[in-house]
């Protein structure tokens, strides 16, 4: 398991059965100033500093093992009462000083035909609530290891390059820049094709595995990408993404297959096309008929000695 961002006892993070992701997560840090007018010139200085602010975005999504209702609820809960804690990036301290949560919003709730919630958007506040020298313990961040650059591209505008913590935040920066927030289409993150819907990556999650050894879920934009992030991206021989086998020539994706998962074996020669539904009945009567047709044949063989009896012994 992956923790991506921890605060107090509220956990966003990756594992084999659950995902608790976070599409951006933005830090802001201020001080106050006051202006001195000296020889006619006016100058800023710091009059006290500021509350470092960190804002956590993203989505619940039951489809990836999450309880959208039970989780908004939490965070709800948290802002009310106004709760403190640590923040950790991927497990290391980021700040020598707690946050308390402001705000907490939920948006674009989903509903299941049953009233359950599917899916739900999420935006967490968190503001410095004690006192701390501000500086950062670990460089290490959210969605990629800490700060990285992204070459990205809006299809159909120039590639920008720029520095961020995530891909979603790299997203959102090219999206500033280019007059095109809430953007719905293709955009490219170091030369990969992704979907984006109003501003958010549209990734999903695939199922790698190699025959005979375990699965394994990635988060990807696409089928390539996702044999890519499994780490396979030197592998050559048959691959099985969410159950369908795909052959694979140093990590790019050849052909695709219908044949069953590797945990299925079919004889050689063995007649694979489905044929009509047959009743228990049915199955019954093709079996006798099969096992006199075996013992007719084996009679003839032996000269007709053998013949089955009135019981079919």
């Known amino acids: 398991m992956a923790d991506l961002v921890q605060w107090g006892k509220i956990r966003f993070y990756a594992s084999k059965t659950r995902i608790r992701g976070l599409a951006d997560v933005t830090l802001t840090s201020a001080c106050v100033t006051?202006?001195?007018?000296?020889?006619?010139?006016?100058?800023?200085?710091?009059?006290?500093?500021?509350?470092?602010?960190?804002?956590?975005?993203?989505?619940?999504?039951?489809?990836?093992?999450?309880?959208?209702?039970?989780?908004?609820?939490?965070?709800?809960?948290?802002?009310?009462?106004?709760?403190?804690?640590?923040?950790?990036?991927?497990?290391?301290?980021?700040?020598?000083?707690?946050?308390?949560?402001?705000?907490?919003?939920?948006?674009?709730?989903?509903?299941?035909?049953?009233?359950?919630?599917?899916?739900?958007e999420f935006s967490l506040t968190l503001k410095q609530g004690t006192k701390g020298d501000g500086e950062t313990t670990t460089t290490t961040g959210p969605g990629g290891g800490g700060n990285r650059k992204y070459k990205v591209q809006i299809e159909g505008m120039a590639v920008l390059e720029v520095t961020a913590s995530s891909m979603q935040g790299a997203v959102n920066q090219v999206c500033?820049?280019?007059?095109?927030?809430?953007?719905?289409?293709?955009?490219?993150?170091?030369?990969?094709?992704?979907?984006?819907?109003?501003?958010?990556?549209?990734?999903?999650?695939?199922?790698?595995?190699?025959?005979?050894?375990?699965?394994?879920?990635?988060?990807?934009?696409?089928k390539q990408d996702a044999v890519t992030k499994a780490g396979y991206g030197k592998f050559t021989g048959m691959l099985y993404i969410d159950g369908v086998p795909h052959n694979i020539r140093n990590g790019i994706i050849i052909t695709a297959g219908a044949?069953?998962?590797?945990?299925?074996?079919?004889?050689?020669?063995?007649?694979?096309?489905?044929?009509?539904?047959?009743?228990?009945?049915?199955?019954?009567?093709?079996?006798?008929?099969?096992?006199?047709?075996?013992?007719?044949?084996?009679?003839?063989?032996?000269?007709?000695?053998?013949?089955?009896?009135k019981k079919g012994k």
Not at 199 to 206: C, Q, V, W
């Open 259 to 309: 044949t069953p998962a590797p945990d299925t074996v079919i004889p050689p020669g063995t007649d694979t096309t489905p044929g009509p539904a047959t009743s228990p009945a049915g199955v019954l009567t093709a079996l006798m008929d099969s096992t006199s047709t075996f013992l007719t044949g084996l009679s003839g063989l032996l000269g007709g000695k053998l013949k089955p009896d």
């Open 34 to 120: 006051e202006d001195t007018t000296v020889d006619g010139e006016q100058f800023a200085s710091v009059k006290s500093k500021g509350p470092t602010q960190v804002t956590l975005t993203g989505i619940f999504n039951a489809q990836i093992g999450e309880t959208p209702q039970k989780s908004a609820k939490e965070l709800l809960e948290a802002a009310r009462s106004g709760t403190s804690g640590l923040l950790y990036f991927n497990g290391k301290k980021a700040f020598g000083f707690k946050f308390i949560a402001t705000n907490a919003q939920i948006s674009k709730v989903q509903f299941a035909p049953n009233g359950e919630w599917m899916h739900c």
């Open 176 to 222: 500033r820049k280019c007059g095109k927030v809430g953007y719905t289409g293709n955009i490219y993150i170091d030369g990969v094709r992704h979907e984006i819907v109003k501003g958010i990556l549209k990734d999903k999650n695939y199922k790698v595995q190699e025959s005979g050894k375990a699965a394994k879920t990635v988060f990807a934009a696409s």
